[in-house]
């Protein structure tokens, strides 16, 4: 099966090489020489622009960094679904706007072609192992046309439902993972206040009633956990400006269906906050230092 890979950084770049390990022929592009080097060194093809990687591919996966870049590569004039074979399956791994992912779906079954948005989870770790889990959205056939890609890539796929759910799941999922986040570093900054150790406070609270994946498997404070971010120098994860982004996407769609987030919002402030204050590109957890006004 021949495919096109679209956007191979931290993300994409591990989650193209195990398509490749799977014995599939794939081209790739994207804007890095240096993440296009990765590629090829991996067993990759190399091409110079999407549209040459999408020529006769049997299946195009974009795994881009906003909305707008995904509004860019498939629509338009110049667009690939005015470009590329309508025979094509096309698997958007982008996390973007519902509304944007539903409006790009549209547009794609107009001209002929099958679309799942598939945003995922599991961060770069995830990807490398390739052990994501998938988020879908679009039609069921389209997503068992997928499933042997997606298998070689994550280790759960979920149906959400209609095109632009797999989005709305994601959105969800991950403005709970940052109020999380923060919940989790305050209660352990409070207990450190109080001369507790980080590890004893953090061990009796996984076994307790406020135990959640952050505290369990992610812990931001330094020390605790050898294998996390945060005994890392808060290197490598998922950054704070990504957090930050997928906050706004969550508080944008509330605010187009007029429902209640303030958890939502006053997270992707203190997140905003602590961006600005140069951690941007840090991973999330590192909001354990965050100093609130």
Same mark, same amino acid.
């Given at each position: 099966?021949?495919?096109?890979?679209?956007?191979?950084?931290?993300?994409?770049?591990?989650?193209?090489?195990?398509?490749?390990?799977?014995?599939?022929?794939?081209?790739?592009?994207?804007?890095?020489?240096?993440?296009?080097?990765?590629?090829?060194?991996?067993?990759?093809?190399?091409?110079?622009?999407?549209?040459?990687?999408?020529?006769?591919?049997?299946?195009?996966?974009?795994?881009?960094?906003?909305?707008?870049?995904?509004?860019?590569?498939?629509?338009?004039?110049?667009?690939?679904?005015?470009?590329?074979?309508?025979?094509?399956?096309?698997?958007?791994?982008?996390?973007?706007?519902?509304?944007?992912?539903?409006?790009?779906?549209?547009?794609?079954?107009?001209?002929?072609?099958?679309?799942?948005?598939?945003?995922?989870?599991?961060?770069?770790?995830?990807?490398?192992?390739?052990?994501?889990?998938?988020?879908?959205?679009?039609?069921?056939?389209? =997503? #068992?046309?997928?499933? *042997? &890609?997606? /298998?070689?890539?994550? %280790?759960?796929?979920?149906?959400?439902?209609?095109? @632009?759910? +797999?989005?709305?799941?994601?959105?969800?999922?991950?403005?709970?993972?940052?109020?999380?986040?923060?919940?989790?570093?305050?209660?352990?900054?409070?207990?450190?206040?109080?001369?507790?150790?980080?590890?004893?406070?953090?061990?009796?609270?996984?076994?307790?009633?406020?135990?959640?994946?952050?505290?369990?498997?992610?812990?931001?404070?330094?020390?605790?956990?050898?294998?996390?971010?945060?005994?890392?120098?808060?290197?490598?994860?998922?950054?704070?400006?990504?957090?930050?982004?997928?906050?706004?996407?969550?508080?944008?769609?509330?605010?187009? =269906? #007029?429902?209640?987030? *303030? &958890?939502? /919002?006053?997270?992707? %402030?203190?997140?905003?906050?602590?961006?600005?204050? @140069?951690? +941007?590109?840090?991973?999330?957890?590192?909001?354990?230092?965050?100093?609130?006004?």
């Amino acid at each position: 099966m021949k495919v096109a890979f679209l956007g191979l950084g931290n993300m994409g770049l591990p989650m193209a090489l195990n398509l490749i390990k799977a014995g599939h022929q794939v081209h790739g592009f994207d804007l890095v020489q240096s993440q296009l080097d990765a590629f090829k060194a991996g067993g990759g093809i190399p091409v110079q622009s999407a549209t040459e990687a999408a020529k006769d591919a049997d299946v195009i996966i974009s795994m881009l960094p906003a909305s707008r870049h995904v509004e860019a590569l498939y629509l338009g004039d110049a667009g690939l679904l005015a470009t590329a074979n309508p025979k094509a399956l096309l698997i958007d791994c982008s996390t973007i706007s519902p509304k944007v992912s539903q409006a790009v779906a549209a547009a794609a079954k107009i001209k002929g072609f099958a679309m799942i948005d598939a945003p995922v989870s599991g961060g770069t770790a995830g990807a490398q192992a390739g052990t994501l889990t998938f988020m879908v959205g679009g039609d069921a056939s389209a =997503l #068992e046309c997928a499933r *042997p &890609l997606l /298998e070689k890539m994550g %280790k759960n796929i979920f149906h959400a439902g209609a095109s @632009g759910s +797999g989005q709305t799941v994601k959105v969800c999922n991950n403005m709970l993972l940052g109020i999380q986040m923060l919940g989790t570093s305050e209660a352990l900054r409070l207990g450190i206040a109080n001369g507790m150790d980080p590890k004893v406070l953090s061990d009796i609270m996984s076994k307790s009633s406020g135990r959640n994946w952050a505290l369990e498997l992610y812990n931001p404070c330094p020390g605790v956990m050898e294998s996390a971010p945060s005994s890392k120098g808060y290197a490598g994860g998922f950054g704070v400006d990504l957090m930050l982004k997928d906050l706004g996407l969550a508080t944008e769609n509330a605010g187009d =269906l #007029e429902a209640s987030v *303030p &958890l939502g /919002e006053l997270s992707r %402030k203190l997140y905003e906050a602590h961006s600005k204050a @140069g951690n +941007g590109q840090l991973d999330f957890s590192s909001v354990f230092n965050l100093k609130a006004d």
